[in-house]
Nanobody, 122 residues
């Protein structure tokens, strides 16, 4: 089971840190990722991190601004979001898939957490 937290309201240019906690002892066997969905839009890949944490990937729209990380000992994954823009406003969800690598396609993921709302004001 996955649980996302850390969302909120922030002004453009500000920062937020999202966290995703996982229950159970299999977190370290899963690649994990963040997706987001804005009202009226499709769910989009934001960032992913491999099972080991050595490989990360990002959507072009967030490269250089967002950083994904994980701590397998704590069953936690974080998303540090800097230089936030109004277009980053969305519900952010964490997802996990059995396997080594994270992928950008939502259909690759087996487990989803409830989302956390991020709102960036201009």
């Amino acid at each position: 089971q996955l649980q996302a937290s850390g969302g909120g309201l922030v002004q453009a240019g500000g920062s937020l840190r999202l966290s995703c906690s996982a229950s159970g002892r299999t977190f370290g066997t899963n690649a994990v990722a963040w997706f987001r969905q804005a009202p009226g839009k499709e769910r989009d890949f934001v960032a992913g991190i491999s099972r080991s944490g050595r490989t990360t990937s990002y959507a072009d729209s967030v490269k250089g601004r967002f950083t994904i990380s994980r701590d397998n000992a704590k069953n936690m994954m974080d998303l540090q979001m800097n230089s936030l823009k109004p277009e980053d406003t969305a519900v952010y969800c964490c997802a996990a898939r059995g396997g080594l690598n994270a992928y950008a396609q939502a259909r690759e993921y087996d487990y989803w957490g409830q989302g956390t709302q991020v709102t960036v004001s201009s």
